[in-house]
């Protein structure tokens, strides 16, 4: 099994900005993808942006240009660099695993992060 953490959620003003983070444990597989989605209330869950292994980056389109995907494979950790937040990217952000054959895909609790006006 595969246990997700996300932290870093929290309450900001309108242009601030927030590092998030997922930490992995467990069965992982060197060779996985990592990526963060979003779901804002009452909207599906919506791709933020993706990491390979390699690094190798890929972004949906609601936020690129606004954060930056990285990850720390000797920490099995994964970050979001988010900036000039706006209300609407108030959402519970989700950090999710694949690896494997299928792949097999975990995802973790979320972290909300909440955008005042």
Same mark, same amino acid.
């Given at each position: 099994?595969?246990?997700?953490?996300?932290?870093?959620? /929290?309450?900001?003003?309108? @242009?601030? =900005? !927030?590092?998030?983070?997922? *930490?992995? $444990?467990?069965?992982?597989?060197?060779?996985?993808?990592?990526?963060?989605?979003?779901?804002?209330?009452?909207?599906?869950?919506?791709?933020?942006?993706?990491?390979?292994?390699? /690094?190798?980056?890929?972004? @949906?389109? =609601? !936020?690129?240009?606004?954060? *930056?995907? $990285?990850?720390?494979?000797?920490?099995?950790?994964?970050?979001?660099?988010?900036?000039?937040?706006?209300?609407?990217?108030?959402?519970?952000?989700?950090?999710?695993?694949?690896? /494997?054959?299928?792949?097999?895909?975990?995802?973790?609790?979320?972290?909300?992060?909440?955008?005042?006006?």
């Amino acid at each position: 099994q595969v246990q997700l953490v996300e932290s870093g959620g /929290g309450l900001v003003q309108a @242009g601030g =900005s !927030l590092r998030l983070s997922c *930490t992995a $444990s467990g069965s992982i597989n060197r060779l996985n993808t990592m990526a963060w989605y979003y779901q804002a209330p009452g909207k599906e869950r919506e791709l933020v942006a993706s990491i390979t292994h390699t /690094g190798r980056t890929d972004y @949906g389109t =609601s !936020l690129k240009g606004r954060v *930056t995907i $990285s990850r720390d494979n000797t920490k099995k950790t994964m970050f979001l660099d988010m900036i000039n937040l706006t209300p609407e990217d108030t959402a519970v952000y989700y950090c999710r695993l694949a690896q /494997g054959i299928g792949p097999q895909v975990y995802w973790g609790q979320g972290t909300q992060v909440t955008v005042s006006s």
